[in-house]
């Protein structure tokens, strides 16, 4: 049986979380279509189950499958997935050892299309299938694709960094009502200043009184 793919790893991620929670006795194309798992893809996730020995050729669950996804511990259950991981593939691990885990995506596509006889696109996909199952084991560290100006480059971790939120509720603070200058007669240069001022919005009518009852007081009737 030739080495099972998926196109992206975020599919195979999705269904192993699904088994984790619950693993059906029967894994067929209409099973993971009820469930809403990999649409259009159910046929590699299979192969991915059958290949790791979870599944039999009826497609349904195995001892072994139902031993892997009862495991609730993380821990647990990537030490159990990394020796299925490390039995179904065993031909590259006797060709790299512990190094298999951590194979460059490169060097792991040359293998599967040496072995194989795939094509390149098929080959990238298998090579993503491991990394997946590698990374799912507790094995290798995620590897985020980021788009540059020449292309795809690999970032092992990508770190977000939350910014505040800001409570929109919140009042804001009233901005200082900067001074009305009004020219007096004869200026020859006459000066507009805008005044900004910040209210609630549940404000009352007398609030918005005072407010500009200050504002005629203090800054234009003290100007004349």
């Not at 194989?116 to 090579?127: E, H, M, N, P, W």
């Not at 507790?138 to 939120?165: A, D, F, M, Q, Y």
């Not at 009042?171 to 200082?176: C, F, I, M």
């Not at 200050?214 to 003290?222: F, R, T």
């Given at each position: 049986?030739?080495?099972?793919?998926?196109?992206?790893?975020g599919?195979?991620?999705?269904?192993?979380?699904?088994?984790?929670?619950?693993?059906?006795?029967?894994i067929?194309?209409d099973?993971?279509?009820?469930?809403?798992?990999?649409?259009?893809?159910?046929?590699g996730?299979?192969?991915?189950l059958?290949?790791?020995?979870?599944?039999?050729?009826?497609?349904?669950?195995?001892?072994?499958?139902?031993?892997l996804?009862?495991?609730?511990?993380?821990?647990?259950?990537?030490?159990?997935?990394?020796?299925l991981?490390e039995?179904?593939?065993?031909?590259?691990?006797?060709?790299?050892?512990?190094?298999?885990?951590?194979?460059?995506q490169?060097?792991?596509?040359?293998?599967?299309?040496r072995?194989?006889?795939?094509?390149?696109?098929?080959?990238?996909?298998?090579?993503?299938t491991?990394?997946?199952?590698?990374?799912?084991s507790?094995?290798?560290?995620?590897?985020?694709?980021?788009?540059?100006?020449?292309?795809?480059?690999?970032?092992?971790?990508?770190?977000?960094?939350?910014?505040?939120?800001v409570?929109e509720?919140a009042?804001?603070?009233?901005?200082?009502?900067?001074?009305?200058?009004v020219?007096?007669?004869?200026?020859d240069?006459a000066?507009?200043?805008?005044?900004?001022?910040?209210?609630?919005?549940?404000?009352?009518?007398?609030?918005?009184?005072?407010?500009?009852a200050?504002?005629?007081?203090?800054?234009?009737?003290?100007?004349?």
């Open positions: 049986m030739s080495h099972p793919y998926v196109p992206s790893g599919i195979l991620q999705s269904a192993i979380s699904q088994f984790r929670q619950s693993f059906p006795a029967k067929d194309s099973t993971l279509k009820k469930l809403a798992i990999a649409s259009g893809n159910e046929n996730v299979i192969n991915v059958k290949y790791l020995e979870a599944v039999n050729q009826e497609n349904k669950r195995t001892q072994i499958g139902q031993d996804f009862s495991l609730h511990d993380d821990q647990e259950f990537g030490e159990k997935l990394s020796e991981v039995s179904a593939y065993s031909d590259l691990f006797e060709l790299r050892s512990n190094g298999a885990w951590n194979a460059n490169d060097d792991l596509i040359s293998f599967f299309r072995s194989d006889g795939t094509s390149a696109v098929v080959g990238k996909r298998q090579a993503i491991f990394q997946t199952l590698a990374s799912l507790g094995k290798r560290e995620e590897e985020i694709l980021t788009r540059g100006p020449r292309g795809p480059n690999k970032v092992s971790k990508k770190k977000v960094t939350l910014e505040p939120r409570n509720g009042q804001k603070p009233p901005k200082p009502a900067e001074k009305v200058v020219p007096r007669s004869g200026s240069v000066l507009t200043v805008r005044v900004e001022v910040n209210l609630p919005a549940n404000a009352s009518k007398d609030a918005y009184d005072h407010i500009f200050s504002i005629k007081k203090n800054l234009i009737d003290g100007n004349s």
